[in-house]
């Protein structure tokens, strides 16, 4: 039915409804502006430090955003500094590196400057003079009580000074039967009777027991295991006064198989008992002790590095009757293993991939710093955490002298740097350090 009037009320309507409008444009989405590098500390000192730097982007609308895991970094010197994980930067040597963030098409720089600290003053002790200047120094030994009393061995055999080093007495000469020179020549003194000290080189290990001032041989390689083998390394026990050398042999001078095994003496060198351990050519640089419980560490180097390398670790909780292999920190041998008597932790000094801690006798480790040294590492006695490392010029190092102050996470230039200082030695109270510098002679430096 058609209502009147309906179809003028349909038009006013119509007529009265709103027109539709276009949607207003959407604005256009804010761009990465910019890109800054927060958290440059400054010049720094320490090797093997981290340090942590964060990126932040800036928008065309004026906001910023944390860029810090999103952008790429790297650095122009990777022998000064590496960067990785998200803004974290590993400092390892001494010089300037820039370092670059880039996010989105933008970048930044940022350069950190490394500086070595000023050094303490180190004093040069001289050569050792006798009938010759021989300044091929090496193992360095320094009398707890009386750092005027100086053990040290050369090319040439072992010397003693009474004097730090303006004068000299020779000690026993012998032939080198090894085919490593001054460097496998061992000097331990008797940490229970400083009177004691013990000299090993070539097959014979030798005892003073005044000092210095005579010496007697106390141990030969048998005859019937001698051939060429030497003497590889030397350590006397601070529990019970043990005596442990390491005997080993290389399989290319006429041998069909080389060996190593630990000779043990538990009469201060009257007697020895034998225990093989491992048919290869090894070489320990420093095995250590746990003062504590009397655990011993052997980390041996293969000496002819076969392929694949694979050197071993051991570790002897029987006072060295018996010998397991030990959990790796890394696949590679150390010039240095050292335990804390304060707190049983084992440093071990691994050529090439730097120092690891372990808390739980060798069951796990820690990789402290990635830090190339070659040479010797020693704990202060009075100074807890701090170490000092004596380190060679190979590998493209720098040599010289290195402290760290907080467990080997990091270390300072202390000197002598472009001179083989791989032995060094702190006096009995832990003020004076002394080093002895393959053809450069003795040095000594007073601590703070």
Same mark, same amino acid.
């Given at each position: 039915?058609?209502?009147?009037?309906?179809?003028?009320?349909?038009?006013?309507?119509?007529?009265?409804?709103?027109?539709?409008? =276009?949607?207003?444009?959407?604005?256009?989405?804010?761009?990465?502006?910019?890109?800054?590098?927060?958290?440059?500390?400054?010049?720094?000192?320490?090797?093997?430090?981290?340090?942590?730097?964060?990126?932040?982007?800036?928008?065309?609308?004026? #906001?910023?955003?944390?860029?810090?895991?999103?952008?790429?970094?790297?650095?122009?010197?990777?022998?000064?500094?590496?960067?990785?994980?998200?803004?974290?930067?590993?400092?390892?040597?001494?010089?300037?590196?820039?370092?670059?963030?880039?996010?989105?098409?933008?970048?930044?720089?940022?350069?950190?400057?490394?500086?070595?600290?000023? =050094?303490?003053?180190?004093?040069?002790?001289?050569?050792?003079?006798?009938?010759? #200047?021989?300044?091929?120094?090496?193992?360095?030994?320094?009398?707890?009580?009386?750092?005027?009393?100086?053990?040290?061995?050369?090319?040439?055999?072992?010397?003693?000074?009474?004097?730090?080093?303006?004068?000299?007495?020779?000690?026993?000469? =012998?032939?080198?039967?090894?085919?490593?020179?001054?460097?496998?020549?061992?000097?331990?003194?008797?940490?229970?009777?400083?009177?004691?000290?013990?000299?090993?080189?070539?097959?014979?290990?030798?005892?003073?027991?005044?000092?210095?001032?005579?010496?007697?041989?106390?141990?030969?390689?048998?005859?019937?295991? /001698?051939?060429?083998?030497?003497?590889?390394?030397?350590?006397?026990?601070?529990?019970?006064?043990?005596?442990?050398?390491? #005997?080993?042999?290389?399989?290319?001078?006429?041998?069909?198989?080389?060996?190593?095994?630990?000779?043990?003496?538990?009469?201060?060198?009257?007697?020895?008992?034998?225990?093989?351990?491992?048919?290869?050519?090894?070489?320990?640089?420093?095995?250590?002790?746990? =003062?504590?419980?009397?655990?011993?560490?052997?980390?041996?180097?293969?000496?002819?590095?076969?392929?694949?390398?694979?050197?071993?670790?051991?570790?002897?909780?029987?006072?060295?009757?018996?010998?397991?292999?030990?959990?790796?920190?890394?696949?590679?041998?150390? #010039?240095?293993?050292?335990?804390?008597?304060?707190?049983?932790?084992?440093?071990?000094?691994?050529?090439?991939?730097?120092?690891?801690?372990?808390?739980?006798?060798?069951?796990?480790?820690?990789?402290?710093?990635?830090?190339?040294?070659?040479?010797?590492?020693?704990?202060?006695?009075?100074?807890?955490?701090?170490?000092?490392?004596?380190?060679?010029?190979?590998?493209?190092?720098?040599?010289?002298?290195?402290?760290?102050?907080?467990?080997?996470?990091?270390?300072?230039?202390?000197?002598?740097?472009?001179?083989?200082?791989?032995?060094?030695?702190?006096?009995?109270?832990?003020?004076?350090?002394? /080093?002895?510098?393959?053809?450069?002679?003795?040095?000594?430096?007073?601590?703070?």
């Amino acid at each position: 039915m058609r209502v009147p009037g309906a179809s003028v009320v349909a038009v006013l309507l119509l007529a009265q409804a709103p027109t539709a409008c =276009p949607p207003a444009p959407s604005p256009a989405p804010a761009a990465v502006a910019g890109l800054s590098i927060e958290g440059n500390p400054g010049v720094l000192t320490l090797i093997g430090q981290q340090v942590q730097l964060s990126a932040t982007f800036r928008l065309t609308d004026g #906001t910023t955003r944390d860029a810090t895991s999103l952008a790429v970094w790297s650095s122009s010197d990777s022998s000064v500094a590496v960067s990785y994980r998200a803004g974290t930067v590993a400092i390892l040597g001494y010089g300037s590196a820039d370092i670059h963030a880039s996010y989105s098409g933008v970048a930044a720089t940022t350069t950190l400057t490394i500086e070595p600290p000023e =050094p303490p003053e180190w004093i040069y002790l001289g050569a050792v003079y006798t009938d010759r #200047t021989d300044t091929t120094v090496s193992t360095l030994l320094v009398d707890p009580r009386d750092d005027r009393l100086l053990y040290v061995v050369t090319d040439h055999g072992l010397f003693v000074s009474r004097d730090q080093g303006a004068t000299w007495t020779a000690g026993p000469q =012998p032939r080198s039967t090894d085919p490593w020179g001054a460097a496998v020549a061992h000097l331990a003194g008797d940490p229970r009777n400083a009177d004691r000290v013990f000299f090993a080189r070539g097959q014979t290990l030798w005892l003073s027991e005044d000092r210095g001032a005579t010496w007697r041989a106390v141990f030969d390689i048998p005859t019937v295991e /001698a051939g060429s083998r030497y003497i590889s390394s030397l350590l006397v026990s601070a529990l019970d006064g043990t005596i442990w050398v390491t #005997t080993t042999r290389p399989v290319n001078q006429g041998f069909a198989t080389s060996g190593f095994g630990v000779h043990r003496s538990t009469d201060g060198g009257v007697s020895w008992t034998f225990t093989a351990v491992d048919d290869r050519f090894l070489i320990v640089w420093e095995p250590a002790e746990d =003062p504590v419980d009397g655990t011993l560490y052997w980390v041996a180097e293969i000496a002819d590095h076969p392929q694949p390398y694979d050197p071993p670790w051991y570790r002897s909780v029987d006072r060295g009757r018996s010998w397991e292999a030990m959990t790796k920190a890394v696949n590679w041998h150390a #010039t240095s293993t050292i335990v804390d008597p304060a707190s049983e932790d084992v440093y071990v000094l691994s050529e090439g991939p730097g120092p690891f801690r372990s808390t739980d006798h060798g069951a796990s480790w820690e990789h402290l710093s990635s830090v190339n040294f070659v040479g010797t590492l020693r704990l202060d006695p009075t100074r807890q955490g701090r170490l000092y490392v004596g380190t060679a010029t190979v590998l493209s190092q720098s040599g010289g002298v290195w402290m760290s102050t907080d467990k080997g996470h990091s270390f300072a230039a202390l000197g002598l740097q472009g001179r083989s200082c791989v032995f060094v030695a702190l006096n009995g109270p832990g003020t004076a350090l002394f /080093a002895s510098c393959y053809e450069s002679g003795l040095w000594m430096a007073r601590l703070p």
